[in-house]
């Protein structure tokens, strides 16, 4: 359990997507870190939340940028989310008898529609219909997400939850903590929000 240490979430809103998580790297009984990166920019229109063991989260995510970038050179345009998931499902799937010690969730934003799908371990995917918590604070945040999550949800409201379901999962799990970061996928593209923007959803 400790490889899946800290907390990811991700939903959609009308017109874009929200991710967010918390910033622990943990070591079974010892934090490793309070500025582990768990959000990260894989296309212009496409993000993604990974939990899990660090080397291994940054040696995929160099991959799927590196497969996005190749497919744009070749092509001449974006990478599905769909698509770039398969390739993460792919690269998981080949390497089943020596795992990437991870989970996480894709969002991106194609002609409109908002795509969130979520990747085990071995390499499985599933596309979600609204929202996705990973990690071990998970249980937690899906009681937020599952209480106050509704269809129509405005990014700006979809920002707030998902700041209160990682909120709660650091007050509950003790391998989730320190900040709270979050990132959204619209149609102006891939975008943080700034340390000054996430604590003004905290005051909320």
């Given at each position: 359990?400790?490889?899946?240490?800290?907390?990811?979430?991700?939903?959609?809103?009308?017109g874009?997507?929200?991710?967010?998580?918390?910033?622990?790297a943990?070591?079974?009984?010892l934090?490793l870190?309070?500025r582990?990166r768990?959000?990260?920019r894989?296309e212009e229109r496409?993000?993604?939340?990974f939990?899990?063991?660090?080397?291994?989260i940054q040696?995929?995510?160099?991959?799927?940028?590196?497969?996005?970038?190749l497919?744009?050179?070749?092509?001449?345009?974006s990478?599905?989310?769909r698509?770039l998931a398969?390739v993460?499902?792919n690269v998981?799937?080949?390497?089943?008898w020596y795992p990437?010690?991870?989970?996480?969730?894709?969002?991106?934003l194609?002609e409109?529609?908002?795509s969130?799908?979520?990747?085990?371990?071995?390499g499985?995917?599933v596309?979600?219909?609204?929202f996705?918590?990973g990690?071990?604070?998970?249980q937690?945040?899906y009681?937020?997400?599952?209480?106050?999550?509704?269809k129509?949800?405005?990014l700006?409201?979809g920002?707030?939850?998902?700041v209160?379901a990682?909120?709660t999962a650091?007050?509950?799990?003790?391998a989730?903590g320190?900040?709270?970061v979050?990132s959204v996928?619209d149609?102006r593209?891939?975008?943080?929000?700034t340390?000054?923007?996430?604590?003004g959803?905290?005051?909320k």
């Open positions: 359990m400790e490889y899946f240490a800290g907390t990811i979430v991700g939903l959609k809103t009308e874009g997507a929200v991710l967010a998580s918390d910033t622990r943990v070591g079974y009984y934090v870190s309070k582990a768990k959000l990260f894989l496409i993000g993604a939340a939990s899990g063991a660090p080397g291994d040696t995929l995510v160099s991959l799927l940028q590196a497969e996005a970038n497919y744009r050179l070749e092509h001449g345009r990478i599905s989310t698509g398969q993460a499902s998981l799937q080949s390497r089943r990437y010690l991870l989970e996480g969730v894709l969002c991106g194609e409109g529609k908002v969130l799908l979520t990747l085990d371990p071995l499985g995917r596309e979600e219909e609204d996705y918590a990690g071990t604070g998970a937690v945040a009681g937020v997400l599952e209480k106050n999550y509704r129509e949800l405005s700006q409201e920002k707030k939850l998902a209160d990682i909120r650091i007050e509950r799990d003790a989730t320190d900040k709270v979050v996928v149609e593209g891939y975008a943080e929000l340390d000054e923007e996430v604590d959803l905290l005051r």
